[in-house]
């Protein structure tokens, strides 16, 4: 199983109850601290850049002169690959340290900004034909909300293309951990895990939800389920991570959904 959140480097304290670490909010989840870092470490690692980015990019096949919002952007590596292949994309970060990023790597002219998932978003009903939210719902406690405002800037019958942990997988590290007692799979649950990137370190907060709990957010938002992936790492893989493909060719990490606005 490789598991890790966005980057297969990372040191983790493991999974913790919310109240066994105390920190303040601004110190969760605060990319701004190692933007420089953790992008670095994505450009060519194994799950973002020839797992997780691959098969966002497979999901979303001819993506030519669509309109496409990149929820949760980061620095704008998956932007950047909609864009070569034709997209016209839009994207918004709560992170203004990783949006610099992303204006240096697609330019003054790209429409990026800084807005909180969740939040009500800077854009008119019926904007987009997709909407790409790579490795970002599982930030928040409840999905309700974001997929909400993500189907209210979608046409009708544009694409919601979105990966998440998979929830397999954070349940069967909680079992070898033997915290299953305290992170039951049907249950919601937090921990707080630390990320080592670049001699930076930060605190992470992510959430846990059941496949059933996933489907019927995305559902009662107004979406149709069209596709659920759980796919082969990209085959360059084999050849830069010969050991690591070798003993998992297959592996639970992310799992990946198309749905469809209704």
């Known amino acids: 199983m490789i598991y890790n959140e966005h980057h297969e480097h990372a040191s983790s304290t493991g999974p913790t109850?919310?109240?066994?670490?105390?920190?303040?909010?601004?110190?969760v989840n605060d990319y701004n601290s190692f933007a420089e870092a953790y992008t670095a470490e994505n450009e060519t690692n194994l799950i973002n850049a020839h797992y997780e980015?691959?098969?966002?990019?497979?999901?979303?096949?001819?993506?030519?002169?669509?309109?496409?919002?990149?929820?949760?952007?980061?620095?704008?590596?998956?932007?950047?690959?909609?864009?070569?292949r034709g997209a016209l994309v839009s994207g918004f970060d709560a992170s203004a340290g990783m949006l610099e990023l992303a204006r240096r790597r697609l330019?003054?002219?790209?429409?990026?900004?800084?807005?909180?998932?969740?939040?009500?978003?800077?854009?008119?009903?019926?904007?987009?034909?997709?909407?790409v939210a790579s490795l970002v719902l599982h930030y928040l406690e409840d999905w309700g909300p974001a997929l909400a405002e993500l189907r209210r800037v979608l046409k009708p019958g544009g694409r919601l293309i979105a990966s998440v942990d998979h929830p397999f997988a954070i349940n069967l590290m909680h079992r070898q951990a033997g915290?299953?007692?305290?992170?039951?799979?049907?249950?919601?649950t937090n921990w707080t895990e630390e990320w080592t990137m670049?001699?930076?370190?930060?605190?992470?907060?992510?959430?846990?939800?059941?496949?059933?709990?996933?489907?019927?957010?995305?559902?009662?938002?107004?979406?149709?389920?069209m596709a659920i992936s759980e796919p082969e790492p990209d085959p360059a893989a084999r050849e830069l991570f010969p050991e690591v493909i070798a003993a998992t060719p297959r592996f639970l990490c992310f799992l990946f959904f198309v749905l469809q606005a209704g």
């Open 198 to 225: 670049g001699g930076h370190t930060a605190l992470m907060s992510i959430w846990h939800r059941p496949l059933h709990a996933m489907i019927e957010a995305f559902t009662g938002a107004g979406f149709r389920i």
């Open 53 to 84: 980015r691959p098969a966002m990019l497979a999901l979303a096949g001819d993506v030519a002169g669509r309109r496409i919002l990149d929820a949760g952007c980061g620095s704008g590596p998956l932007s950047a690959a909609l864009r070569d």
């Open 107 to 131: 330019g003054d002219g790209t429409d990026l900004q800084v807005a909180d998932l969740g939040s009500p978003l800077p854009y008119a009903d019926d904007t987009f034909d997709d909407v």
């Open 17 to 27: 109850s919310r109240s066994a670490v105390t920190v303040d909010p601004p110190k």
């Open 179 to 188: 915290r299953e007692a305290d992170y039951k799979y049907f249950d919601t």
